[in-house]
């Protein structure tokens, strides 16, 4: 193979520009600017570790399968880890939501950052629904029976039907977690790529 | 078929409890969950952050 | 160099500050051994809600009364699934979105008939009953007119409906079959096999529980349960959980406009709150580019509290 063959392949051109968007350095870095200094910023990281142990007490469940939590008292307990992580990971992403807000975040080119963090907040509402309807308890009975009435009404419910059990929990275990964590994972890049934003200048006018 | 939970310390599995204030009506445990993300984002801004120290030699 | 205009909402300046040591893979591991934690100490402490699913068995056995006047309801085709619309049937319009009538235009994409799906094609899964066998065919041959003739007679009789000894008592005439129909349907559902037929019509394994839930709906059991359970809308109970259980905080918003006019008495709250949310999330979704709200955080100055250690070092510089 020629060196000019090797610089056109799909591969090295891929790997160039990942590496050149995101060095080592920058993926993982070793330091931060130091006005990185509040206890707002570690709500972040605490939703992306409550995603992990949703993912990881999901994965509990999917051991024994969806009826297992119901006759058992270890299915139950994870059941419970699940339950609690999802409540920690809506506090935590919230109170991060919060914090953007008043930081305004998406300044400096960093629009995509905070529209991907809106677009995995609306799938985690979807993903924490299809598991409420996938409870296969009262509960999902009431849920299901309501809420068809509201996804009916778009049209989307001859599609999305939430009175199938086995459609809202494949949805639940593969579909919504497989986008809620590649949007994550998008969200998080961004993040490192464009670094986190700067404090707004007190002054009025910078040459650009 | 009944087991034995494993834990559960303090079951809430009773008759929820419910604030009413005109119109609007909450669960004391949703209300209790809203005030605490309120107190944890004041708190995550006005609580000091460590290493202010070292911070400052690296300016 | 020509300066362009420095939008303050929108441009930040680079970063000329100094820099401090941050260990992340720390931080991070650090961040899920505490969450990882406080969801064991959470899941020890409280536990999570279980409240046994209901089944159409434990509801005829309950309310037999009001399962009876269910089953007359899918059968002469008054109840809320058989005047539901899409995607179930073109029993009605739907709602409507402005001129958008979105659920009608998909169309009944799940089509349920609730007097054959609910009624008749369970009881012809009873085997070894000649006299249901003689009434299901006498059904079937009848035209149209005589069934109504037969449904409204019985109907107009049914507000007298009792039940006593395992038997729906109903003083009507010329009724035809339909006496036989909803006594013999609600002993099927005692036994617990219209639980199983309702479920089991689109063959052995099924995990869609369509047909149940609907006709489980149609009752007043499982909205009674739910009313004691605070899970209705009027009740806010889109934002609830059983028990003392925290619930679904998030949907705050959405479950508020069904509270407020003008949704709280159209016949269209679904759609419009729908449509509503979606607008919201949308404006949410481009706030770094609305001006006036993504200009807040600035008015606002609640970022002097979160960066004021970077603020006291520019200040003294």
Redesign the interface.
Known sequence: MSYTEIERQWTTRLRRRFVHLLPPEKLLPDTQPTYVSSWIYVFGVTTLSALVVVIASGSLLAIRGPQWWHTSSVGHFANSLHLWSVEIFFFAMVVHLWGKYFMAAWRGGRALTWMTGVVTFLTSVAAAFTGYVSQSNFDSQWISTQAKDGINATGAGAYFNVLNMGQMLMWHIVLLPLAAVVLTALHVLLVRVKGVVPPFEEHAEVSV | ?S????????????????LHWH????????F???V??VV??V?????P?P??R???E?? | MRSKRFRPDVDVAPWKGGYSPYDIIKEGTIALVVVGLLTIVLAVVFGSPDEKAITIKTWSNATPVDFAMTALSELNQTSSSAQYGAPYNTAAVGQKLGPLELAKWVGARIPINTARDFVINPLKSLPDQPLLTTDLQQWKSASSSTRSGWLASYTKASSHLTFTNGQVNVNATNAGPVPVFINDLTSMARTGALDQALVTQAGFYTTDFTLPLLFLADGSYLANLAQHQHLTGSQWGMMNETGNYPGQAWLWLYTFWYQVAPFSTSANADVLVWGLMMALSVVLLFVPFIPGLRTIPRKTRIYRVIWREHYDKTTAE
Request: no cysteine; proline share 2%.
């Open positions: 078929m087991f034995t939970r494993i834990a559960a310390l303090v079951p809430l599995d009773t008759l929820g409890h419910y119109f609007i009506q909450i669960s004391v445990a949703n209790v969950v809203i605490l993300m944890t984002f708190v995550a801004l006005v609580a952050f290493g202010r070292r911070r400052k690296n300016q």
